[in-house]
């Protein structure tokens, strides 16, 4: 999930600063100069604005939708920090452009952004307990684990992002209690791995939802409505209809297809942060490439832990992509010539290179 939005997240991270830029310019209220009071001005008021954002991404569908993804994981620890999705940076950036039109600069914005954006990381983790005075003014991951909880007690609790004072003044404060252990993840679990449909699921849902209603207003209210109001059991027919089949989650997964996901996960990141760290000087073809190249790879890996079959036929296209990639980098007839040879005899021994595969990955399986 971390590694597809920090993907995707090169492409809009510069729309967003031209949107707060375009909107302040255009119409900014006010002409505000960057000054101490005016920082730390903006720091209650963008954490003002985060709570009521965060708050709604759990109580109006349209936004849960976007925010939904973070809340999947049933373990918690930093990872989970990582768990979110362009389409949440996109209902952000909606809530932050109330800053512009008063005047904040767009420079100013992006930079508290970084902040924002910074501290969550810290208090997603199990490792450190309750933190003294601290608890009192800021978000610490004790609150933060209440809000991750799917406890009756703990649900939608603690939607602070640094200051917790916005929940007390709001009345959705909820201290974590020792008798209480956080039990974490969506109260209708996911039983999938597959990177799809974590990211879909919800939108099917709606989708389902939205088409039991008659008129069109019901149906319009429906995005608006809390997402308790959606009936669980559309998740059955959203399975049945797209062929999401329950699978192994929690079963021990093989020594061999452990190390194959790990090393593809290993080389991704190592990729992504090459990527990232060179884009400026990249041509947008082999951006393109790369980005369907890891996208590919993280649907593959998804569908490997559930030891599906097809994933077979992704390797090939991963295959193909990576041939066009060097023929991009070098247009060599023996480049041309050798990937030929190459793609024949993968063609002509499908068989048995699909049984050595599956070998590899599956090996008690195939
Ligand atoms: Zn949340
Ligand atoms: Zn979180």
Known sequence: MGIAERLSDIFVAGLFYSIFDFIQHKFGLFSIKSGVAVWILLFLFTDFLWYWYHRLAHEVNILWLAHIVHHQSEDFNYTVSARITIFQAFARSAFWSFLPLLGFPAGMITSMLIIHGAYPFFVHTRLIGKLGLLEYIFVTPSHHRVHHARNEKYLDKNYGDALIIWDKIFGTF?????????????????????????????????????????????????LFVRPEKIDPSLRAEAEERFKVKPN???????????????????????????????????????????????????????????????????????????????????????????????????????????????????????
């Open 174 to 222: 909820q201290r974590e209690e020792d008798e209480e252990p956080a039990v974490y993840g969506l109260t209708k679990p996911l039983r999938t791995y597959s990177f799809l449909w974590q990211h879909f699921h919800f939108g099917i849902e709606l989708f389902f939802a939205i088409k039991r209603q008659r008129t069109w207003k019901n149906k319009f209210a429906v």
């Open 248 to 366: 192994n989650i929690g079963v021990q997964m093989d020594k061999s297809l452990n190390r194959y996901v790990k090393w593809q996960m290993i080389l991704l990141l190592i990729g992504l942060f090459v990527f990232i760290l060179f884009e400026h000087y990249l041509q947008i073809g082999f951006e393109i490439g790369f980005v369907l190249f890891t996208l590919l790879t993280l649907i593959n890996c998804g569908a490997i832990m559930e030891q599906k079959k097809w994933i077979f036929y992704l390797e090939y296209s991963r295959l193909l992509l990576i041939a066009i990639g060097l023929l991009i980098i070098y247009p060599k007839l023996i480049v041309i010539a050798l990937l030929f040879i190459l793609f024949s005899v993968l063609a002509y021994y499908a068989k048995p290179v699909k049984k050595y595969y599956f070998g590899i990955i599956y090996s008690s399986q195939e």
